[in-house]
């Protein structure tokens, strides 16, 4: 993907509104691209052929403070064939930028740990010129491979189904056989205190009648290769070039669907607290740190792409936690447990048999609403201990 931004700025705030700095920033458009397009082709308003063809970014001016402020972003799809399909995005999408932005302050003196901070975002026309006639429109080109997808039935899957966490209807549903959980438990156990992982590989599945899409799990690949210590795991060439191997042996036309990885929590000194305080505490909940989130956003960009965490807890069965897209942001996601086998696998009779084949303290930040309506983020600024 070629990209030529618009020059942005986070101007970070403090609580009474005293500024405390500006940092310079690039910002990431893909997952917002991919977020727009799987929404087109979800509506009915674009079909996979068209998924990879030319959008546009254009900037949402602030309704209050009015350029350079930005309220958020549209993504625009310039197929002619789907009539001008947007979608629109808030300033919270640059809030994981604010992070790194108040970081820096941090370091620069002019912060302290802790601090509750708010930010603003700023863009200003690049050394490229804008055309200010359009907003600035951003056109992008891509060329990529077709898509694989399969014509299928969503009700059939549904009906061999239990939801877990599925709280949000409108995300892409993704289904998850009970077998792969149960690979992932048991080789996070025979890990033990250090961190392991693997591929999720599967199918992404249309719906004709509902015009709606859907990600099948078909099976998980362990990664070989991987670095792994008690609070990082490191995939090497080995790592990809052994789940592209797989995806061939198999010979099932399936795709990298995400990856998963497991937190030994019972080793992060957490032996010592009580099981009641142990269930509660945010480590066994699953989450992705911020070296997780790059290697998500650098690999598994695309929209139906996922992330599971699989935290070893000492007071029951390892916890299973899922991640994905949305609106442009990973975010915790529910997900369905296939109590069966795929509805698919007999339209595929000589498929092969299935394949049994950093740092990790994360943030609970938030965003809201600052009193007034600005759409900025508010977040605490905190270290992450090991």
């Known amino acids: 993907m070629s990209e030529d931004l618009n020059r942005c700025i986070i101007e970070i705030r403090s609580e009474t509104g005293s500024p405390l700095g500006q940092v310079a920033v690039d910002v990431d458009f893909a997952p917002a691209f991919e977020w727009t397009r ?22 949402l001016w602030h309704v209050k403070l009015s350029r350079p402020y930005l309220q958020g972003f549209r993504i625009q799809l310039d197929s002619a064939v789907n009539a001008g399909f947007h979608c629109d995005f808030s300033a919270t999408y640059f809030k994981g930028l604010a992070t790194q932005a108040a970081a820096l302050l941090v370091k620069a003196g002019k912060m302290r740990l802790n601090d509750r ?67 992932v438990s048991s080789i996070t156990q025979q890990a033990q205190q250090i961190e392991t992982g693997g591929f999720l590989i599967g199918h992404l599945h249309h719906d004709a009648a509902s015009a709606d899409v859907f990600v099948e799990v078909a099976a998980q690949v362990p990664a070989t ?58 480590l066994t909940r699953g989450f992705l740190s911020e070296q997780d989130q790059s290697l998500h956003r650098a690999v598994f960009s695309r929209a139906w792409c996922i992330a599971m965490v699989v935290s070893d807890v000492s007071y029951g069965d390892p916890g299973i936690a899922v991640f994905g897209w949305n609106e442009g942001m990973l975010e915790a996601r529910g997900f369905y447990v296939l109590d069966s086998p795929s ?15 950093g740092d990790r303290k994360g943030s609970g930040d938030t965003v809201s609403a600052r009193p007034g309506g600005l759409p900025v983020g508010a977040m605490n600024l905190h270290q992450q201990e090991e």
């Open 38 to 59: 799987l929404a087109g082709v979800r509506s009915g308003r674009l079909a996979f052929g068209d998924y990879d063809k030319p959008a546009s970014v254009m900037p």
């Open 117 to 183: 901070f708010f930010y603003l975002i700023a863009a200003y026309p690049g050394e490229t010129g804008a055309d200010e006639g359009n907003g600035g429109a951003l056109e992008i080109q891509d060329i990529a491979p077709a898509i694989p997808v399969r014509e299928s039935v969503f009700s059939r899957f549904m009906r061999i189904a239990t939801a877990r966490d599925c709280t949000d209807t409108g995300l892409l549903p993704v289904f998850i056989p009970g077998r792969v959980l149960a690979e």
């Open 225 to 282: 290769g991987t670095v792994g210590e008690q609070s990082k795991l490191r995939f090497t060439s080995e790592s990809w070039t052994a789940v592209r191997s797989a995806l061939r042996l198999r010979r099932r036309e399936e795709m990298l669907l995400g990856w998963w990885h497991s937190h030994p929590v019972r080793n992060w000194n957490c032996q010592d607290c009580p099981p009641e305080k142990q269930k509660v505490c945010p």
């Open 343 to 357: 509805p698919e696998l007999d339209e595929f009779p000589g498929a092969a048999d299935p394949i049994d084949c």
